[in-house]
């Protein structure tokens, strides 16, 4: 009967007063039925994000084209993020999570056929339609649920929760290869993705806002001003995260030849499992200090290390349990960079432009992967998986540089003025926003 009034519930829709009036993060309506539609989605992409370039390995293929195999699938989830925000306002919520979950889910069959590169890159691409419209929608209607005051802690959660199905699912991956093969661990990917398509049915309806006047007070900034830096810090972080889940399994076996590729999967592991933490810790940091942004810098430098670590590590055939080290350091600063820039975003925006700060932060996520994945599979063709690492802790640095300028260049920064940030400012505690702006 519970569950059964789950769905029931999810046919009324959501007002602007019942979320205003929320003082728990957990008592949002929706929240749990999205948090189980965010870990399905992510259980499915990460469970297939290190196998697929593996068997396209093992199976005799180029390098590069394993590299290619992630770097299809990302250019396409990119591609659909674009669109999104678009489909969101005409479809809704609900309609949008059901059929990327199918677009997610099923096409998994697909590498069956085989690793050639026609099918291998068809599939890829598919799924990757399927994940980008699920992550868009997952991550801006969260922010749709809470109030700005509960929004660190919301988008913690929605990091925790991606954070434990990616710190299961990938190494959990490569282990039933071990066991099972390829082919059962693609029917399992299938099948996990397609609970998604279960909990949207349980997803409340979502008003869509009206637009508020941009340019009520005479100013108006382009969108990509105020996002941009974030967009960047992030992307440039997301780089070495698809050269990490890619190629961190395979370059073990340099350091074991026997349990390298086991190992791998380890360290991905303790690397999600790092990040999961670190973002849900930034989130409860913003809720405290009452703005994002402030332990951006020192997770960057933190990531850069980690992966730099990681190139000395294999360049020095250190211990394997050094790897850990790297693993946590690299994992703690991506967590928070994640939350951070997240956060960043839906602040800078007006709340009509949840869904375009959604799609912005997912490119930058999805779109720094796969040219991470693309670029850097290009590389180990001529060189070794030492200095390539190396090359991407320092890309982290690109966009440590760019944060670093635009804190100092802060002050002088014009942003928009009906903002969700500027507007909270103008309001009394306890935080809430008028009805009339709403």
Known sequence: MAAFSVFANANRPLTRGEVEGLTNVWR????????????????????LLPVVPTNVIDDGQPTSLAGLSTGVFMLATVITQVFTPRALRTLGYRRVIAVSSLLLGV??????????PAPLLTVSAIRGVGFGALSVAEAAIVAELVPLRLLGSATGIFGLVVGLAQMLALPAGL???DVVGYRPVYAIAGAIGLVSLVASFAVPVIPQPA?????????????????LVPALALMFITTAYGAITNFLPVSMRELDPARGAAL???????????????RYAAGKIMDRRGYPGSVLIPFQIVAALGVLLMAAI??????????????LLYGAGFG??????????FYRLPRHKTSEASAVWNIAFDGGTGLGSTFYGMLITTMAFAPMFGIAGGVITIGLVVTLLDRRLGKHRVVEVNNLSARLKSVQAPRRYPRDER
């Open 211 to 227: 637009p508020e006047s941009e340019t009520a007070q005479g100013v108006h900034v382009p969108m990509w001003h105020l996002v």
């Open 264 to 278: 791998g999967g380890v360290m991905l592991s303790v690397l999600n499992f790092a990040a999961m933490l670190s």
């Open 314 to 327: 294999l360049a020095l055939k250190l211990p394997v349990w050094v790897m850990f080290i790297a693993a």
């Open 107 to 116: 096409p998994a069959l697909g590498y069956m056929l085989g690793m050639d």
């Open 175 to 177: 282990a039933l290869v």
């Open 336 to 345: 928070a960079a994640q939350n951070e820039a997240l956060t960043m975003m």
């Open 28 to 47: 949002a309506r929706g929240l749990i039925p999205v948090l189980v539609a965010v870990a399905s989605a992510f259980a499915a992409w990460a469970l």
